[in-house]
């Protein structure tokens, strides 16, 4: 898969909003999007990054039992949000079933969880003394070598 320059720019803001828990941040950074084209490729961008960051933590994909333990560590860590481990469950699974997100969870919903998870994984996940940003740089050459 082929990462559009422009919208990775959009993405990475908003992650780095994330990273650094701020929510009015997310706000803006989420509302900088410039077209709804820009927003729906950004937000399916996070998903990727978000699925490619379990897969590298795990070396395959979860299972659920392992995406309801990320959900709940997702809430505990991102109280700075309102996000439920039942959304970000809901989420990855729709995901790896190859189901629409718009199905489960409002659309609204759907792209902050997106963000959310892929930045609270990167953040977490990465290795000692590398930068989120760096793991990000990783997780996005497995996408494109794909």
């Given at each position: 898969m082929?990462?559009?320059?422009?919208v990775e720019?959009?993405?990475r803001d908003?992650?780095?909003?994330?990273v650094?828990?701020?929510?009015?941040?997310?706000?803006?950074a989420?509302a900088?999007?410039?077209?709804?084209?820009t927003?729906?490729?950004?937000?399916?961008l996070?998903?990727?990054?978000?699925l490619?960051v379990?897969?590298?933590?795990?070396?395959?994909?979860p299972t659920?039992?392992?995406?309801?333990?990320?959900?709940?560590k997702l809430?505990?860590?991102?109280?700075w949000?309102?996000?439920?481990a039942d959304?970000v469950?809901a989420?990855?699974t729709?995901?790896?079933q190859r189901?629409?997100?718009?199905e489960v969870?409002?659309?609204?919903r759907?792209?902050l969880?997106?963000?959310?998870?892929a930045?609270?994984?990167?953040?977490?996940?990465?290795?000692?003394?590398?930068?989120?940003f760096?793991?990000l740089?990783?997780?996005?050459?497995?996408?494109?070598?794909?």
């Amino acid at each position: 898969m082929k990462i559009d320059a422009h919208v990775e720019q959009f993405v990475r803001d908003t992650l780095g909003a994330v990273v650094k828990a701020d929510a009015e941040r997310v706000s803006r950074a989420l509302a900088a999007f410039p077209d709804e084209s820009t927003m729906t490729a950004g937000y399916r961008l996070a998903a990727v990054i978000a699925l490619r960051v379990l897969e590298d933590q795990y070396r395959r994909p979860p299972t659920d039992g392992e995406v309801r333990a990320v959900a709940r560590k997702l809430v505990e860590q991102e109280t700075w949000t309102d996000i439920t481990a039942d959304e970000v469950h809901a989420f990855v699974t729709a995901l790896y079933q190859r189901q629409g997100v718009e199905e489960v969870l409002p659309l609204v919903r759907a792209v902050l969880v997106a963000y959310v998870l892929a930045g609270d994984l990167l953040s977490s996940c990465c290795q000692e003394g590398e930068w989120w940003f760096q793991y990000l740089d990783r997780i996005e050459a497995t996408i494109e070598s794909h």
